[in-house]
């Protein structure tokens, strides 16, 4: 294979923006061939703006089904990612799925079972990933050359959407439509960030505040507290409503601090390691001195062009994947954490309980009072209710 016929399920915001970015050449070595939705409008929007050299359909499982693709990005509703995850695998077909790659554990472990079994490429849309600023951090401190971790901070509260764009879509904002708030669309890519440069951690107590600022049934405002294996603490601050917001992530680290704020890696570099300096010193008040650099790197964050570019030569060439869809359950994990923290008041230890997760999630769709038309989550591979 030379070329990666590529199928695009739910061409809406997303799916669109990949659509284009295909038709336009920008990802050397992958066509578009198909598109589905279930909406005529957006397939009517397709043809206008990409031509009839590709095939339409109305639903994700013809789509898969029709032998045109090698392969299918999944740009759908949350609830629907993991489902044609595991159907287009099924089928033989190499799979992108947008984040998060679903909205609870348990059946993100069938996905996982279902990819590492058919030997396809499976892959997730953390284009975040690709980012020159966080690369660097994970560079840093996967190097320990600052030492152990000591504690991490995300301030990151630049999400501000109103009540207009929560009235947008009747998914949007519901249990049963989007699985959350905050947690589950914006900050999927945060929280991947997060234990992929920082590791996972072992247990985590939050506040997930639900319509606290919108008139809305899902968490808009978290504060999260977690601790790591090797005693180091974090903390992870987000909301919709802040405005301005902040977005600064800060590492501590027994041999100085990171900070990623305003687009810029500072490292606050100690002359002395803190332990050695807390044990020896003899005067008191004081500390090491240290000193502060502008960390440089090489600028380059490829977005969603440089996932869809490594997603085909994944496939063309073995070429290793930048995000493999089956690490988007660790982020999940911590998502999931958070809210069966906040729900049942307990201190959450990993890894969670997915049935009891389910179960919570379930209640609160079922007892919805905002939209009664999602249903009820079901507990089995690949199935839900909407």
Known sequence: MDNVKIGIIGIGGMGGNHAENIFAKNIQGMTLTAVADINPERLTWAKDKFGNDFACFESGSELIKSGLVDAV?????????????IEGLQNGLHVLTEKPVGV??????????????????????????????????????????????????????????SQSYYDSGSWRA?????GGGVLLNQCPHNLDLWQWICGMPKKVTAFCHEGKWHDIEVE????????????????????????????RFEIMFDKGKLVCENDELTLYKLT????????TYKDGFGQPEH??????????????????????????????????????????????????????????KFPIDHDLFLSELNKRIENSTV????????????????
């Not at 951090?137 to 501000?160: A, C, F, H, P």
């Not at 002395?272 to 044990?279: P, Y």
Request: hydrophobic fraction near 35%; proline fraction near 2%; include cysteine.
């Open 73 to 85: 990005i999944i740009a759908t509703p949350h609830y629907f990612h993991p489902v044609f995850s």
């Open 104 to 161: 609870y554990t348990k059946q993100i472990t069938e996905v996982n079972k279902t990819a590492e079994k058919s030997g396809l490429v499976y892959c997730a849309m953390f284009n975040q990933r690709t980012h020159h600023l966080y690369r660097k951090m994970r560079e840093i401190v996967q190097s320990k050359e600052l030492g152990e971790m000591k504690r991490s901070n995300w301030i990151i509260t630049d999400w501000y959407r």
């Open 174 to 178: 519901t249990w049963g439509g989007e």
């Open 220 to 247: 808009d405002d978290v504060t999260a507290y977690v601790e790591y294996e090797n005693g180091a603490t974090g903390v992870f601050v987000t909301s919709t409503a802040d405005c301005p917001g902040t977005n």
């Open 272 to 279: 002395q390691s803190e332990r050695e300096f807390n044990k």
């Open 291 to 348: 000193e502060i650099i502008k960390v440089e790197t090489d600028g380059i964050a490829l977005h969603h062009t440089g996932i869809l570019q490594n997603f085909a030569n994944a496939i063309l060439n073995n070429e290793p994947l930048i995000a493999n869809g089956t690490e988007g359950i660790l982020g999940l994990s911590i998502s999931n954490a958070m809210h069966l923290s906040s729900w049942t008041g307990k201190m959450v």
């Open 371 to 386: 939209k009664k038309a999602q249903g009820s989550v079901m507990d089995v591979s690949g199935t839900f209710g909407v």
